[in-house]
C-alpha cells in the first residue's frame, strides 16, 4: 500500500515532520509532495489546494483520501512508528482530537513562530520549503 502526503511546505513545523517521516521511509511506501509547488494543481487536479491550505490530506493507492489526523496516524503507522498516535481516532478521544487538530492547523504559522522562532519557511531556490532527501 502506498500513501501520498500532501504538506505545506512553508509551514516548518509540516516541514520538520515531513523530514522525519522521510528519513524513516526506508520502503518508499510514502510520497511526499508539497501543495505550494507551482505545478501542484495540474499534476493533482482532483485534491483541492485550498482546502489542502486547510487540513492535510493524504491519498491512498486506492484513491481513499484521509484528512487531518488520520492522514498523520497513517503515514506514522506505515513507517511503523508512533503506534500510540492510534489512541486518538478512538471515538470519544477523537472528537477532542480533531478539534484541537483545527485549531493547530488553522494556527500552524503562529504555533510554529512560537515554537521554531520562524513562522514560515524561507524560500529556497525553487521558491519553497523542501523536505530533506534521505
Same mark, same amino acid.
Given at each position: 500500500?502506498?500513501?501520498?502526503?500532501?504538506?505545506?511546505?512553508?509551514?516548518?513545523?509540516?516541514?520538520?515532520?515531513?523530514?522525519?517521516?522521510?528519513?524513516?521511509?526506508?520502503?518508499? %511506501?510514502?510520497?511526499?509532495?508539497?501543495?505550494? *509547488?507551482?505545478?501542484?494543481?495540474? +499534476?493533482? =487536479?482532483? &485534491?483541492?489546494? #485550498?482546502?489542502?491550505?486547510?487540513?492535510?490530506?493524504?491519498?491512498?493507492?486506492?484513491?481513499?483520501?484521509?484528512?487531518?489526523?488520520?492522514?498523520?496516524?497513517? %503515514?506514522?503507522?506505515?513507517?511503523?512508528?508512533? *503506534?500510540?498516535?492510534?489512541?486518538? +481516532?478512538? =471515538?470519544? &478521544?477523537?472528537? #477532542?482530537?480533531?478539534?484541537?487538530?483545527?485549531?493547530?492547523?488553522?494556527?500552524?504559522?503562529?504555533?510554529?513562530?512560537?515554537?521554531?522562532?520562524?513562522?514560515?519557511?524561507?524560500?529556497?531556490?525553487?521558491?519553497?520549503?523542501?523536505?530533506?532527501?534521505?
Amino acid at each position: 500500500m502506498a500513501l501520498t502526503i500532501f504538506y505545506d511546505g512553508s509551514c516548518p513545523l509540516c516541514v520538520a515532520e515531513m523530514n522525519q517521516l522521510r528519513q524513516l521511509n526506508s520502503n518508499n %511506501a510514502i510520497v511526499f509532495e508539497d501543495i505550494l *509547488a507551482d505545478d501542484f494543481d495540474s +499534476r493533482y =487536479p482532483d &485534491i483541492d489546494s #485550498v482546502k489542502a491550505k486547510q487540513i492535510l490530506h493524504a491519498r491512498l493507492d486506492t484513491g481513499e483520501i484521509l484528512l487531518g489526523l488520520d492522514a498523520t496516524v497513517k %503515514a506514522w503507522a506505515m513507517v511503523n512508528k508512533k *503506534a500510540w498516535l492510534r489512541v486518538l +481516532r478512538w =471515538p470519544v &478521544i477523537r472528537i #477532542v482530537a480533531d478539534a484541537c487538530y483545527l485549531f493547530f492547523a488553522r494556527h500552524r504559522y503562529r504555533i510554529s513562530w512560537l515554537l521554531t522562532g520562524k513562522s514560515r519557511c524561507q524560500p529556497c531556490e525553487s521558491g519553497q520549503c523542501e523536505i530533506k532527501s534521505k
